[in-house]
């Protein structure tokens, strides 16, 4: 789920940056570190703007200048229970990995509804009950996060299709 | 190694702990409770809005990409205006006791029947009638974008 969040940074500016332009190496150095980061939990998907620059401290002993920013980001955050679509990335005999975003769910075989059997076609491996719901590689899946587990830097989660109104989507 | 035990109130206060977040019957949203939260077709036009206005609009993250891919392919309603007038339906519910988490799910999700978005969204379930939800659902599907 999408959120607009407030959060605060805290930045360490070096003394041959301070100057006039010291603001805008500070959004720089703001961008660089937090754009685009998976914190374990959430996603900062990009920033909005800057609410507040706080004034500078100088911390003792290395001279640098510590900054605290307010900004406003568009953050991505996957809550056990939500239901989210997502594209089918690739399909293993024990169920298929969809990618939400940045996030890659695995659908194990246990939570697919027993019709989509695992089938091989030519090169295609996919889960098909052989008349109208196929899963493969490039579908699109409507699923349930089931568990998710966060690490610096990586998120992990598992999903299901075993309930009314979840599975492939009609394209 | 043994020693006398720091009294609770002398020590550093932690942050709370997370780990029990979830949206099953109850929403439990942790540090997101009550912040604002976007539908994909929503988040898109943002996306594109930041991107077009310059400067530090876009970055080269992975994450930044397969979002951007994936809002443009699971958007629902393509249009800015229509997002607005989904935004306008959908926020009416706000007043009627729904969360921003339960706003946006009902307007990325897209349900036809009431019964498909109590079962998608289960903490829906007692915050309002079978009418008001059809209606809304209805509205909602007329601006859907079927190009």
Redesign the interface.
């Known amino acids: 789920m999408f959120f607009v969040k407030v959060l605060e940074h805290r930045i360490h500016l070096h003394p041959s940056f301070f100057g006039a332009q010291a603001s805008d190496y500070i959004l720089d150095q703001l961008y660089r570190d937090r754009e685009g980061s998976n914190t374990g939990t959430m996603m900062i998907v990009a920033i909005i703007d800057v609410d507040d620059i706080s004034e500078p401290k100088i911390v003792p002993g290395s001279g640098y200048a510590e900054y605290d920013v307010s900004y406003r980001a568009i953050v991505w955050r996957p809550f056990r229970g939500e239901v989210v679509d997502g594209l089918v990335s690739s399909v293993v005999n024990n169920g298929f990995f969809v990618d939400v975003g940045g996030l890659s769910v695995f659908v194990s075989k246990a939570m697919i509804p027993p019709q989509l059997k695992y089938t091989v076609e030519g090169a295609t491996p996919s889960f098909t009950d052989g008349v109208d719901q196929t899963v493969e590689r490039g579908s699109q899946v409507r699923l349930r996060i089931k568990g998710i587990r966060g690490e610096m830097g990586q998120m992990f989660a598992i999903g299901s299709i075993r309930e009314d109104y979840l599975g492939p989507l009609l394209q | 190694m043994a020693g006398p035990t720091m009294p609770q109130s002398l020590s550093r206060r932690r942050p709370a702990p997370?780990g029990d977040?979830?949206?099953?019957n109850i929403l439990k949203?942790g540090d997101?409770t009550d912040?604002?939260?976007?539908?994909?077709a929503?988040?898109k036009v943002?996306?594109e809005q930041?991107a077009s206005k310059g400067g530090?609009?876009t970055?080269?993250?992975?994450?930044?990409t397969?979002?951007r891919e994936?809002?443009d392919?699971?958007a629902r309603f393509k249009d800015p205006k229509t997002v607005t007038q989904v935004d306008a339906i959908s926020s009416g519910l706000l007043m009627k006791g729904l969360t921003?988490?339960e706003r946006?799910?009902l307007a990325?999700?897209c349900?036809d029947s009431p019964d498909?978005a109590r079962?998608?969204?289960?903490s829906l379930e007692n915050k309002l009638t079978d009418e008001e939800l059809q209606d809304v659902l209805n509205d909602i599907s007329k601006l859907r974008d079927f190009s």
């Not at chain 2, 912040?35 to 994909?40: E, G, K, R």
């Open positions: 997370t977040e979830e949206a099953t949203l997101m912040t604002p939260a976007l539908s994909v929503e988040c943002l996306l930041l530090r609009g970055s080269n993250s992975d994450v930044y397969k979002t994936y809002v392919m699971f921003h988490f946006a799910q990325t999700l349900c498909e079962t998608l969204i289960p």
